[in-house]
C-alpha cells in the first residue's frame, strides 16, 4: 500500500519583485507523521497575508527568511486527525500555524480551540484573529485615537484595515480611509459605516482627496499601505498626530531601497510620533482581544468580509491577489470542508 | 537734538537656499520705547539658532514666518534700561525674547533674571537655556534612554548635541556622535567624554563608521542633523529603538521637497518610535531642567562650549556661519559689554 500524501505549495525560489505564480510550485509530498507532543491536522483554511511577502526574501524586516523547498507556512484552521498531545484530541477543531498544505503537523501547545459558533470557523484567521488583534491592538494601544478626532486608515477594505477603521468609529473619531476600487469603497461607507472612503486609484489627486474627506487635518494615522497614500497623508497631519505603522505593501514589492519625501522635518513642529509595531508583542491578550471583538459582532457594530478562494490550487493566486488588492476583507484558502 | 538711534539687521528678503549676508541689511532704527508693562533693555547677547531659518521662509513648520523689515528677532541677555514694569527694575540682568539689534523691549513678563554667577551670562542662550532644555527634556523625556544602552547624537558638538550627549552619557549609556571637523571629535571624546566621534565630513562610509562606533547597534537616536547620517542610522537601530526628531539643520536649506530612503518599513520589525518635539512643550519645568544642569556644571560632569561672535555687525556671519558647521557648541553674539 502506498504511503499517504497530500499537496502543497513550496517556493522554487525567491520572488524577485512581485511574485509570481511561477516563484511557487504545488507539489505532492508523503503526508507527515505528529511527533511527541505534536498533532496532524487536515487543513480547512489557510491564511495569506502580506507579511509573507517578506518571509520570502532572503533578509526579512520581521525575522529569518523562509526556506525554499519547504511546504510554506500559514496561520490555518483544521481538523486534529490524530493526536499525540494529551489535551489535543481527534476531531478537534483548531487554529495554529500551519501551511499552505492539506496536512500539517503541529504542536498541541501552538494550537487553540476554535469555536464554531456562532462566527464561521475562517473568522479565526480574520477578524477574530491575528488580523482582528492587530487592528485592536495597534488602534487602541499604538495609535490611540481620541473622540473627535479625525483617524485614517490606509488599506481600509483589508483584513486589518477594516476593523481597525470600525474600531475608530466606535471611539467616536470620524475616520477616512483609502481602498482601490469602488466597491471597497461603497462596502466602508455603507457597511463599514465610515465618514468618507478615497478610491486611491481614481481619485485625481490625493491631496486634494485628502483635504476634502478631512477638512480638519489628519489626528491618527493607521497605516497598512506606505509609499505614496502615506506621502499625501503626512502633511495633512495635525499637531501632536500619532502614525501607527501596520504594514507598507506598497513597498514589498520594490526591490532595492525605494525613496520617497522626507518626513522627519515636517514630524517637529507638528510633534508627530511614528510607531512601528507588531502584533505579536500582545500575545499575551490576544483573548481578551479576541473576546472583545466578538462582542462587537454579536453587538452588531463590527462588520466583516472574507474573500475566499476555493481549493489549495489557488493558494499562490489568492497571495499574489493581496498585492493588486483584489481581496475586499480577510484573503482566505479554503482547502478542504470539514468532514 | 537727535533721538536716540541703534543698529540691528533686518531680513531684506527672503532666503533661497541658503541664506546669504545679502539676504539681511544692518539698519538704524530709532531706539524704541517701552509701553506699559514692558521693558527697554540693552542687548548684550543675543542668539542664533538654526530654527530661525524656518521663521525666514514664508509658511514655517514651527510658527509663522518672521515679517520682512522688521528687527530680526532672537532670545538675548541684557541690561534694562527703563522699566514701566513694576518688578522689572533699571539695571536688572535679564533674558528674554530681544532681537538682533543694540536694544529692544519686551514685555517684564516675558523675561527672567539672568544669575551673573557662578556660569557666564551667555549661557543662559546656551547650556543653561533654550538648547541645554532643548537637550534635556528631548533626551530625558523623549528617548528615555536606558543604562547600557548605544546612543546616538548627530550634531554632537552644537549647542543642543553637546549637552544631549552628556546627559546620556551620565545615564550610563555608550554613546556616539557625529560632527563635522576633527576639533569637534577630540573636544567630543577629551572633553564631553563620549565613546566614539565620527567626523562624517571625512569619514569614507558613514555606515562603516557607525558600525565600528556601534557594534551593538543604536538603540536611541537624538537627530539634530537629518539627511544622510539619518539615512545611514535607521538601517542600524534596535528592536524597541526609539528617535528623538529634534533637528533637521541638513534640510534646513534645501528648496522643494527634498527624497530620501523609506524608512517605515523598516520600523514595523523594529517597533521603532519616531517622534518630534519642541523645547516650548516643557516650559512649565524649565527652571527645573535649568537647576539641573547647572547642577551638573558645579559636579564637573557637564561641560560645555561657547562659539563668540563680537559685535552686532557679526550677526548674519554666525548665523550662516550655523549650517557650515563653524560653531563649537553654542554660538552666539557679544553686542555690547555690561556698563
Known sequence: MDEPSHRGWIMKHRPEGKPERGDFELVRRPRPSPGPGETLVRVLYHSVDPY?????????????GWPQG??????????????????????????????????????GDQVTTVDPQPAPISTALG???????????????????????????????????????????????????TAGSDQKCTWLGNTAGIDAAINYRTAESLGSALDAAAPDGIDVYFDN?????????????NTWSRVAVCGQIALYNVEGRPTGPRKLRGMI???????????????????TAEDRLADWMEQGV???????????????DAFVGLFDGENLGKQVVRVADRC
Chains 1, 2 share one sequence.
Open 225 to 237: 499601505v506606505g509609499g505614496e497614500i502615506t506621502d499625501a497623508v503626512f502633511p495633512r497631519l
Open 127 to 177: 477578524v477574530l484573529g491575528m488580523p482582528g488583534r492587530t487592528a485592536y491592538f495597534g488602534m487602541l494601544e499604538v495609535a490611540e485615537p481620541k473622540a473627535g478626532e479625525t483617524v485614517m486608515v490606509s488599506g481600509a477594505a483589508g483584513a486589518v484595515g477594516s476593523v481597525a477603521a470600525q474600531i475608530a468609529k466606535m471611539h467616536d473619531c470620524r475616520v477616512i480611509g
Open 269 to 287: 513642529g507638528r510633534r508627530t510620533t511614528v510607531q512601528g509595531f507588531l502584533v505579536g508583542d500582545f500575545s499575551h491578550r490576544a483573548s
Open 302 to 316: 463590527l462588520s466583516y468580509e472574507e474573500t475566499v478562494t476555493e481549493g489549495i490550487e489557488g493558494s499562490v
Open 52 to 64: 509573507m511577502r517578506s518571509r520570502m526574501g532572503d533578509t526579512s524586516n520581521y525575522a529569518e
Open 70 to 107: 519547504k511546504l510554506l507556512r500559514a496561520g490555518g484552521v483544521g481538523e486534529i486527525v490524530e493526536s499525540r498531545h494529551p489535551d489535543r484530541q481527534v476531531g478537534d477543531l483548531i487554529r495554529g500555524p500551519l501551511r499552505w498544505a492539506e496536512y500539517a503537523t503541529v504542536s
